[in-house]
């Protein structure tokens, strides 16, 4: 019974380069989150999917982030044209309706 | 004033101590209350998830809320040096898949 499932775990760019992060929920579930973490911080939201539908897209910065969760397979995290501040730990979660989160292990950007 | 408040730490006590994890919240609208466990470079793991005020308990792990004071705490008896983790309070306003709101975390230590 698979967990969240995140992939890259570490992903190097170089500024300006995009970076793509995958996450598949665990089995059944149709709703998805995305965090970002950096160091001595806690866990700030991003956005908030279901299939094929953003519910809630207020914590992503309105430029160079974008996500979705189309109808068949994983949800993307996408970040155009990278820079060092978004260097930091980017976990999916996902539920069922109603329910508490599963987190994924995250996927660890460094930009250089 | 942050909407979740929670003491970074570092704590450190004793194998076998009772350890006292607490987070203050400011929105009186947060219904639902969680506490998560993280390794390093691991993701979050939910340990305990209550509804409004009260207490829970499962295992060596004891949830209270008291909403009237804004106020969640943890408490982990006959803690292990498996318990040395990152805990993070977490919570949500009403029912529904409504994103969660995060505390820092608080780093504990369990010393042998």
Same mark, same amino acid.
């Given at each position: *019974?698979?967990?969240?499932?995140?992939?890259?775990?570490?992903?190097?760019? &170089?500024?300006?380069q995009?970076?793509r992060?995958? /996450?598949?929920p665990v089995k059944g579930?149709s709703h998805v989150y995305?965090? &970002?973490?950096?160091p001595?911080?806690?866990?700030?939201?991003?956005?908030?999917?279901?299939?094929?539908?953003?519910?809630?897209e207020?914590?992503?910065p309105?430029?160079?982030?974008?996500?979705e969760?189309?109808?068949?397979g994983?949800s993307?995290?996408?970040?155009?044209?990278v820079?060092?501040?978004?260097?930091?730990?980017?976990?999916?979660?996902?539920?069922p309706? *109603?329910?508490?989160?599963?987190?994924g *292990?995250?996927?660890r950007?460094?930009?250089? | 004033?942050?909407?979740?408040?929670?003491d970074?730490?570092?704590?450190?006590?004793?194998?076998?101590?009772?350890v006292?994890?607490? /987070?203050?919240?400011? *929105?009186?609208?947060?219904?639902?209350f969680?506490?998560?466990?993280?390794?390093? &470079?691991?993701?979050?793991?939910?340990?305990?998830?209550?509804?409004?005020?009260?207490?829970?308990?499962?295992g &060596?792990?004891?949830?209270?809320?008291?909403?009237?004071?804004?106020?969640?705490?943890?408490?982990?008896?006959?803690?292990?040096?498996?318990?040395s983790?990152?805990?993070?309070?977490?919570?949500?306003?009403?029912a529904?898949n409504?994103?969660?709101?995060?505390?820092?975390?608080?780093r504990?230590?369990?010393?042998?």
């Amino acid at each position: *019974n698979a967990g969240v499932m995140q992939n890259p775990r570490h992903l190097v760019r &170089r500024r300006g380069q995009e970076a793509r992060l995958r /996450c598949s929920p665990v089995k059944g579930h149709s709703h998805v989150y995305w965090y &970002r973490q950096l160091p001595e911080e806690g866990l700030k939201f991003m956005v908030y999917l279901q299939k094929e539908n953003i519910i809630d897209e207020s914590g992503m910065p309105k430029e160079r982030f974008s996500a979705e969760f189309p109808k068949e397979g994983p949800s993307i995290l996408r970040i155009q044209q990278v820079v060092r501040g978004d260097s930091a730990a980017y976990f999916c979660a996902s539920s069922p309706p *109603n329910s508490p989160l599963h987190f994924g *292990n995250g996927t660890r950007l460094t930009v250089t | 004033q942050k909407e979740v408040e929670q003491d970074p730490g570092p704590l450190s006590v004793p194998e076998g101590a009772i350890v006292s994890l607490n /987070c203050t919240y400011s *929105n009186s609208a947060f219904q639902y209350f969680m506490w998560y466990r993280q390794y390093s &470079r691991k993701g979050p793991e939910l340990l305990m998830y209550t509804y409004s005020s009260g207490n829970k308990e499962d295992g &060596r792990f004891t949830a209270q809320v008291d909403k009237s004071s804004k106020y969640i705490s943890l408490f982990i008896r006959d803690s292990q040096p498996s318990d040395s983790a990152t805990y993070l309070c977490a919570m949500r306003k009403g029912a529904g898949n409504t994103p969660l709101v995060f505390g820092k975390g608080t780093r504990l230590s369990v010393i042998a």
